[in-house]
């Protein structure tokens, strides 16, 4: 099986959005290891994450943080960015580290440090005027770790309250994007655990809000390809966080733990009209790198990704079904197999030759002297977030 060229049109249009702060140093609460060329600024962000976009061409935008990445003049990080050939991306929200949200942000029972995480949103909002980003995520950690400690239907509804208030500051061309997550770091209950919550929350608000899904944040056994399926089907697939787990929600490289899974995505995603030109849904990264170098796990993770969405798009459909309807079930399976065992990383590598790109972008990147330069002209990198 070989990629056709209606595959590599899709395939030259792929974007993934980079987190900015995939490029600061993570770890675990046991311990952050430092990495030498940690950037110290979100400029410095920025212009790794160009790096990752010379030599891949697949992530053309960065995600913001606020304030992780706050700024004093937005217009000129902007011209910052467009200079390195990227644009700014997602905004994502954070009402998690200040001490008045240890019981709830937009769901606490007080008015008053509700409205704190609404007027947040708002300046996040205000910030995508100057940015020209589209879109808001929305992860809220709010939650509760004792049965009784809230009460989850209350904060249900303060929830819909709030995120009304902040929908309807959004402008004509900025959306909302509402993501998931069933457990940390509260562990009885998270108040948007799953999609099902996350799309009544959005269906409530309008056309603008839609559903983010973080690949990391299901149960194990969960079956994401379906919620995929659905979330497209229903129109309210807004954007993916994409990562892989083992575990729980462990952000590491995309593809790296279930390619399988990766590509049992990426084949609803094409099936649903995920990658097609009108298509609402924002490919993006979220990733923390914990013990490998920042710039090669991203660039690793982008090339995962374009991997498994020209797997996917080997798929033969008319043939799948074919044998779909006529109750064909190992067949069915066959051809959706034969598309996963194909290894498509020559002709990818062929095809990134073919546009200027290196074959091999990883060896590239180890090629060209970046992380040593990065190493040397940098001192006292930023942890993720905290450092901005
Ligand atoms: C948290 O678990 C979520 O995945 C968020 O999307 C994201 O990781 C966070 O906003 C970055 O701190
Ligand atoms: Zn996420
Ligand atoms: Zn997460």
């Known amino acids: 099986m070989t990629i056709d060229s209606t595959a590599l049109a899709t395939l030259e249009k792929q974007a993934i959005e980079l987190p900015s702060w995939a490029f600061g140093n993570s770890g675990t609460r046991f311990k952050v290891f430092g990495t030498p060329g940690t950037p110290r600024t979100i400029q410095e962000k920025l212009s790794d994450a160009a ?10 935008k960065v995600a913001l943080h606020i304030p992780w990445d706050k700024v004093d003049d937005y217009a000129a990080l902007r011209d910052y960015a467009a200079n390195l050939d990227v644009t700014l991306g997602t905004v994502n929200s954070n009402t998690f580290q200040d001490d008045i949200y240890k019981f709830g942000s937009l769901t606490h029972t007080d008015a008053a440090i509700r409205q704190k995480a609404i007027d947040h949103h708002f300046e996040c909002i205000d910030i995508m005027s100057e940015t020209g980003s589209r879109d808001l995520k929305i992860w809220l950690a709010d939650g509760t770790n004792y049965p009784g400690q809230g ?38 209950h998270t108040d948007v655990p799953d999609w099902g919550t996350s799309y009544a929350q959005v269906s409530a608000l309008g056309d603008k809000a839609l559903v983010c899904l973080d690949t990391g944040h299901h149960a194990p056994g969960t079956n994401i390809e379906f919620i995929v399926a659905q979330l497209l089907r229903l129109g309210k697939l807004g954007s993916f966080d994409f990562n892989s787990r083992f575990y729980a929600d462990d952000d590491l490289i995309v593809g790296a733990a279930d ?24 490919f993006m990264l979220d990733q923390c790198h ?42 069915a399976n066959a051809i959706l197999m034969d598309a996963f065992y194909t290894d498509v990383r020559s002709d990818l590598a062929a095809w990134r030759e073919s546009r200027g790109l290196p074959a091999d972008p990883m060896a590239a990147y180890a090629a060209s002297g970046y992380q040593e330069q990065i190493a040397a002209d940098r001192v006292g990198g930023q942890q993720a977030g905290w450092g901005a």
């Open 151 to 188: 009460d989850i239907r209350g904060r249900q509804d303060r929830l819909a309250e709030s995120l009304e208030q902040i929908y309807a500051r959004l402008g004509d061309d900025q959306r909302l994007v509402l993501e998931y997550k069933f457990f940390e770091p509260a562990f009885y």
């Open 259 to 282: 390619p399988f899974q990766l590509f049992r995505i990426l084949y609803e995603v094409v099936r649903g009209g995920g990658l097609d030109d009108d298509s609402p849904v924002a």
């Open 51 to 60: 790096k990752v976009h010379e030599l891949t061409r697949l992530a053309p």
């Open 290 to 331: 914990n013990v490998e170098d920042k710039i090669p796990g991203q660039i690793r993770s982008v090339l995962n990704v374009q991997e498994m969405t020209a797997r996917a798009l080997l798929v033969d459909r008319d043939a799948l079904s074919a044998a779909q309807n006529a109750g064909d079930v190992l067949g």
